[in-house]
């Protein structure tokens, strides 16, 4: 199936559930412009709030991150919001974010699982003060609690010692003793994880190094 007709059959799926939505081509930028309005309803299926929004995705779809704007200006503007001043919303962190693109998306999953969720959250903070379910962390706070929540690295020290092998491309054999030092057999350890940690771009590795090398210096000086 073509990459057209492989977006366009995932729209028609989309628009099923959310029929105020509609798409453009921008062969410019090659990318899907998705766009229209939310209807936000509780669990019952009482209406809340309806939001304008565009979903942006490249014609690498599915394997793309997909960028959602607010259109509406309903959500305050502001970090603490999880949405900068263009109206760009923060819907994850970045490295999930970037890991649920390498496995490939589908839109209307997309849409229900991250998109229509971030939405009924603002709501439900505009409410009560806070989201439902808790929040992610802001900047590098957010990447310590991926380490920790998604990978199960929860020391600084041993997220740079992992870091500095996987960049240098020096992991241990499946039966040897694992990186993080419990001594237990790697394949029964942190394999899966670092494999996992493995697939985001160098890049990424690279930064996230260099700010927890950062984190340890200043933890060190404040001690």
Known sequence: MG??????????????F??????????????????GDLDICDQIGDY???????????YAYPYCTP???????????????????????????????ILMAKRGIKLSSFIKDKVYPYFANQIFKKNDGEYAAGEYRHGFDGVVQFYKEDLKIENIKNAILILQRLISN????RNDC????????YKFCHMREIELLRSLPPEILKKDLEEFSKLAVSIEDSV
Not at 3 to 16: C, H, L, M, S, W
Not at 20 to 31: I, V
């Open 67 to 97: 960028h959602v704007r607010e259109i509406s200006k309903i959500v305050k503007r502001d970090d603490d919001w999880h949405i900068n001043d263009e109206g760009f919303c923060c819907l994850d962190i970045e490295h999930r974010m």
């Open 3 to 16: 990459v057209n007709r492989n977006f366009e059959k995932d729209f028609k799926e989309a628009i099923q």
């Open 18 to 35: 959310f029929p105020k939505l509609n798409y453009q081509k921008n062969d410019k930028e090659k990318m899907w412009v998705v766009s």
């Open 178 to 185: 694992c990186i993080c030092g419990e001594r237990k057999k």
């Open 48 to 58: 809340w709030e309806t939001f304008s929004v565009a979903i942006y995705l490249s």
């Open 170 to 173: 020096k992991l241990p054999g």
